[in-house]
């Protein structure tokens, strides 16, 4: 069901503790931690600890939370120092969502072209 954990989710799986991750902070309502394949020096995923499939359902249903995602990656992003950054939300696994749990991904530290990918 949406808004809880799901058992066979990896990043509820890391939200329960059940994977280990290079978390950079956490919330009551987010945890954010550390890409496993950077595609930039500062690569950090910002999650909800709530499963939703993606940032569109998540907005829909709590879009608190989702403020909270967006406030992470901004505090995210001014620890690690980063003058500019990009804030991603892949939609669908044409876009390149990998992870059917709403995610933010915070990249930076080198320069980002546009258009990306």
Request: hydrophobic share 40%; aromatic share 6%.
């Amino acid at each position: 069901m949406a808004g809880e954990t799901q058992g066979d989710c990896l990043f509820c799986k890391i939200v329960e503790g059940h994977i280990p991750a290079t978390i950079v902070r956490e919330t009551e309502t987010t945890i954010a931690f550390r890409d496993i394949n950077p595609q930039a020096p500062t690569h950090v995923l910002v999650i909800p600890r709530v499963h939703y499939a993606n940032a569109a359902e998540l907005a829909a249903a709590e879009p608190t939370i989702a403020a909270d995602l967006l406030r992470e990656a901004q505090t995210v992003a001014d620890e690690d120092k980063l003058e500019s950054y990009r804030v991603v939300f892949n939609t669908g696994a044409g876009a390149g969502q990998t992870v059917f749990h709403a995610h933010a991904h915070v990249l930076g530290g080198r320069g980002l072209h546009w258009p990306p990918g």
